[in-house]
């Protein structure tokens, strides 16, 4: 599996950003694909992940509430809805695919996507 991730950019704090990634290859319904995100310096960290079959989503506390993730088998891609942008939010922001379930580790996660940068300015 391939994926390319997009939609990242600068945005004033209280404003919304939508990220993308889009996988080639297959997908399979026991996969859980991921977005993570990281900053200079640190570890890259779990953001938001849903099992790609029945679509159960999970959230780290930090974004919960204002961040949305969802899939569209159809079209095999990956999203990331983001509302209510904080400073603290700013970061390369990584789509990933997992073949062993749901985990908030990276390393458990097989494919990456390349990052993409959300910069949200205070």
């Known amino acids: 599996v391939q994926l390319q991730a997009s939609g990242g950019g600068l945005v004033q704090a209280g404003g919304s950003l939508r990220l993308s990634c889009q996988a080639s290859?297959?997908?399979?319904?026991?996969?859980?694909m991921g977005w993570f995100r990281q900053t200079p310096g640190k570890e890259r960290e779990f953001v938001a992940a849903?099992?790609?079959?029945?679509?159960?989503?999970y959230y780290a506390d930090s974004v919960k509430g204002r961040f949305t993730i969802s899939r569209s088998t159809a079209k095999n891609a990956l999203y990331l809805q983001m509302n209510s942008l904080k400073p603290e939010d700013t970061a390369d922001y990584y789509c990933?695919?997992?073949?062993?379930?749901?985990?908030?580790?990276?390393?458990?996660?097989?494919?990456w996507g390349q990052g993409t940068l959300v910069t949200v300015s205070s």
């Open positions: 990933a695919t997992s073949r062993s379930g749901l985990s908030y580790t990276s390393t458990a996660y097989d494919y």
């Open positions: 290859g297959r997908v399979f319904s026991s996969h859980v």
């Open positions: 849903i099992r790609w079959g029945v679509g159960n989503t």
